[in-house]
């Protein structure tokens, strides 16, 4: 079942005469982790503004549950969360004292926003923690509770935006096990530029740049689809890696990905020929190496092929 479709949605800020969303074509399945990936300014967040009611698009449509877009129906609003990039919460107050009084604002009895804030305390892993002031949480914590909170109105579709990017690697691993827990009870629209956060966690992944979408498909599905096995070489030294990548450019062997410090990406067009030739060159002109590898493609290589080149275009 299809929980979003949005057709040919469109967004033109003011006279601007560049779209920042254009013509956006995507389903969302339902009980599904969805990642909307795509470099900072691509479009993510004017997606997810018009999909919540927070904006209106100036063209095309959308459809959330089965029911059409309109940013002033009640209706819709109640079938959808929504956890912004940086959340606000009253940090004086503890953080059950919180759900409850998100409960009573969607006009649950005292025994329902009750049981309620307990069952997402305890899927946020902070029942130990309910009495504790808000002020008092570490930035993970923040991020699980206000995921929490925007589950206490039972919505059909969560939003998240960016809902990792300003944490810690622990609390980031904390958050996206939240996150990938919760298909089972709703479907979650994750919008974010951290290629890693989507493989760890989400089903499907659309990728858009300059407002338009560049592929949407299956995580595995696509990894496999662009890029399925990368060569993976790690040099003594930054500058054996820089002649190294500097002599593949000059007779263009293979496309490389990635580079960083000592390290190289490079996706063969043969698996087994180019390995050879690379392999060939290394011992031919005394590069030192420490490791050379071929390793399975992960969604940084496929966002490289598909937008690196084209980000100044």
């Given at each position: 079942?299809?929980?979003i479709?949005?057709?040919?949605?469109?967004?033109?800020?003011g006279?601007?005469?560049?779209?920042?969303?254009?013509?956006?074509?995507?389903?969302?399945?339902?009980?599904?982790?969805y990642?909307?990936?795509?470099?900072n300014?691509?479009g993510?967040?004017?997606?997810v503004k018009?999909?919540?009611?927070l904006?209106?698009?100036?063209s095309?449509e959308?459809?959330?549950?089965g029911?059409?877009?309109?940013?002033?129906s009640?209706e819709?609003r109640?079938?959808i969360?929504?956890l912004?990039?940086?959340?606000?919460?009253y940090?004086?107050m503890k953080?059950?004292?919180?759900l409850?009084?998100?409960?009573?604002?969607?006009?649950?009895?005292?025994?329902?926003?009750g049981?309620?804030?307990?069952?997402?305390?305890?899927?946020?892993?902070?029942?130990?923690?309910?009495?504790?002031?808000?002020?008092?949480f570490?930035?993970g914590?923040l991020q699980?509770?206000?995921?929490?909170?925007?589950?206490?109105?039972?919505?059909?579709?969560?939003?998240l935006?960016?809902?990792?990017?300003?944490?810690?690697?622990?609390?980031r691993?904390?958050?996206?096990?939240?996150?990938y827990?919760?298909?089972?009870?709703?479907?979650?629209?994750?919008?974010?530029?951290?290629?890693?956060?989507?493989e760890?966690?989400?089903?499907?992944?659309?990728?858009i740049?300059k407002?338009?979408?560049?592929?949407?498909e299956?995580?595995?599905?696509?990894?496999?689809?662009?890029?399925?096995?990368?060569?993976?070489?790690d040099?003594?030294?930054?500058?054996?890696?820089e002649?190294f990548?500097?002599?593949?450019?000059?007779?263009?062997t293979?496309?490389?990905?990635s580079?960083?410090?000592?390290?190289?990406?490079?996706?063969?067009?043969?698996i087994?020929?180019?390995k050879?030739?690379?392999l060939?060159?290394?011992?031919s002109?005394?590069?030192e190496?420490?490791k050379?590898?071929?390793?399975?493609?992960?969604l940084e290589?496929?966002?490289?092929?598909?937008?690196?080149?084209?980000?100044?275009?």
């Open positions: 079942m299809t929980m479709k949005c057709v040919n949605l469109t967004k033109i800020y006279k601007e005469s560049v779209a920042a969303l254009d013509n956006l074509n995507i389903e969302v399945n339902k009980n599904s982790v990642g909307f990936l795509g470099p300014g691509a993510k967040t004017t997606t018009i999909l919540t009611g904006m209106r698009q100036t095309g959308f459809f959330i549950a029911l059409p877009n309109n940013i002033n009640a819709l109640k079938k969360g929504y912004g990039q940086e959340p606000r919460m940090s004086g953080a059950k004292n919180l409850m009084f998100v409960g009573e604002l969607f006009g649950q009895s005292v025994l329902q926003r049981k309620k804030a307990d069952e997402l305390l305890e899927m946020a892993g902070l029942s130990k923690v309910s009495g504790k002031k808000i002020s008092e570490s930035g914590m699980r509770l206000g995921i929490a909170q925007a589950l206490m109105g039972n919505p059909e579709v969560l939003f935006d960016e809902p990792t990017s300003a944490l810690d690697p622990i609390g691993k904390e958050v996206l096990e939240f996150i827990n919760l298909k089972a009870t709703c479907t979650v629209f994750m919008s974010t530029h951290i290629l890693s956060d989507v760890r966690v989400c089903d499907t992944v659309a990728i740049n407002g338009k979408l560049v592929v949407q299956k995580t595995e599905v696509l990894k496999k689809s662009y890029s399925d096995k990368i060569i993976e070489i040099f003594s030294g930054n500058q054996q890696a002649a990548e500097e002599k593949i450019r000059s007779v263009n293979c496309e490389i990905l580079s960083s410090q000592n390290k190289l990406r490079i996706h063969p067009e043969n087994e020929k180019d050879a030739g690379l060939k060159i290394i011992t002109s005394g590069f190496i420490e050379f590898e071929v390793v399975t493609a992960n290589d496929v966002f490289v092929k598909l937008i690196g080149g084209k980000q100044d275009e």
